[in-house]
Structure formats: structure tokens, C-alpha cells
């Protein structure tokens, strides 16, 4: 009776937002320093082990310290107060930096990726982490003085 078999259809499934690529430049687009070190933080190689994310981690906390005590030494200079009131001010941005970039999600554009979040909340927990601690040394600045 004739039934004949259908050969079999490849289906190919629709792929995830992670797995989408952003296209390539143009050949003839405008290659700018700021591109350059965009493709060059994206070539990166991230720490394969959690001793390498630790210590990346905790050269960027004292990267972030350093520019905190830098800004707090110089806001300390330009309004003529006692060091600690720096510490406190700087301290307190970074606070308020860190609350602000963390609750930005609910207005977070949709074609956002994962990773530009993720990047969002890490940032917005180390300016929260460096801002306490700045805040902690204008504690011991201030009980010492």
C-alpha cells in the first residue's frame, strides 16, 4: 500500500542569547584606541583557578583602595578639613556609587547580556567593599587623632 518514509528533516534549534556573536567590524571602520584595548580586555585569559581569581581579586581591591586613598588625600587637600573627614566623603560615594549600579537592574535595557550584568553586580559589591573600608579607616583615623 504505499506509504513511503520522509526522509528524516534536520531541526536546528533556535540558539541561546550567550551563544549569539556580535558581528565583526567592518573592514574599513575607524579603529580607535579605545576599541583597541576593548579587543584586548575581551582576549584576555581569565583565571582558570580560584587562587587566580582570588589574587585578581584582591589586585583590583587594592587598585580601587589605592585610587579611594588617593581621591580622600586629595579631597582633604582642596578643602583644607582633617584627614579623616576625606575618608569619610569618599567612603560614602563609593557607598552610594555601589547602592545606585546595584539597583539599576529593574531598568536595565533587554538586550543587556548575562555577562554585562554580572559585570554590573561585581562592581557595584567591590565599590561597596572598597567604600567600607575607607569608611573604616576614618573610624581609626579619627579615634587616634
Known amino acids: 500500500m504505499g506509504y513511503e518514509r520522509e526522509p528524516r528533516r534536520v531541526r536546528k534549534l533556535t540558539p541561546l542569547e550567550s551563544e549569539l556573536r556580535a558581528p565583526d567590524l567592518p573592514p574599513h571602520a575607524r579603529v580607535t584606541s579605545w576599541s583597541r584595548f576593548r579587543t584586548w580586555r575581551s582576549r584576555r585569559r581569565h583565571p582558570k583557578t580560584l587562587l587566580g581569581a582570588v589574587g585578581l581579586g584582591l589586585l583590583r581591591l587594592a587598585i580601587a583602595g589605592t585610587l ?3 581621591f580622600a588625600l586629595l579631597l582633604v587637600r582642596w578643602l583644607d578639613r582633617p584627614t579623616h573627614v576625606g575618608f569619610y566623603l569618599v567612603g560614602a560615594a563609593l557607598l552610594g556609587v555601589a547602592f545606585m549600579s546595584s539597583a539599576a537592574d529593574m531598568g536595565s535595557p533587554y538586550y543587556y547580556d548575562q555577562a554585562e550584568r554580572e559585570y554590573r553586580v561585581r562592581g557595584s559589591f567591590s565599590y561597596a567593599h572598597v567604600g ?3 569608611i573604616a579607616a576614618a573610624v581609626l583615623l579619627e579615634i587616634r587623632s
Open 68 to 70: 579611594g586613598t588617593g
Open 132 to 134: 567600607a573600608i575607607l
